[in-house]
């Protein structure tokens, strides 16, 4: 599968934004999908992830309640709405998929695939 992440930019604290990732091919529902950042100087981190089809999703404790991950296997989408941004989620994110049955996945060396990264810039 390849992944195609969209939607950062730059954004005042306190703001929101949504990130899309767009995948090919026609399995997507068999993958399990997760978003995780890096941040400069900082090793990739997991922000958030959802299973196959959509039914349990996991999040950073960083995160929670803050933002949202949800997936269209319709669309084969997956997306996180980012809200009450902190200059603290300045980061590169990325999408990653893993062909996975059951619970999200939050182990960044479990997952097979990767998108380019997108940048989000958080200004205080």
């Known amino acids: 599968v390849q992944l195609q992440a969209s939607g950062g930019g730059l954004v005042q604290a306190g703001g929101s934004l949504r990130l899309s990732c767009a995948a090919s091919?026609?399995?997507?529902?068999?993958?399990?999908l997760g978003w995780f950042r890096q941040a400069p100087g900082k090793e990739r981190e997991f922000v958030a992830a959802v299973s196959r089809l959509g039914q349990t999703t996991t999040y950073a404790d960083s995160v929670k309640g803050r933002f949202t991950i949800s997936r269209d296997n319709a669309k084969n989408s997956v997306y996180l709405q980012m809200n009450s941004l902190k200059p603290e989620d300045t980061a590169v994110y990325y999408c990653?998929?893993?062909?996975?049955?059951?619970?999200?996945?939050?182990?960044?060396?479990?997952?097979?695939?990767w998108g380019q990264g997108t940048l989000v810039t958080v200004s205080s």
């Open positions: 990653g998929a893993v062909i996975r049955r059951g619970s999200p996945v939050r182990i960044i060396n479990e997952y097979d695939y």
């Open positions: 091919g026609n399995t997507f529902s068999s993958y399990a």
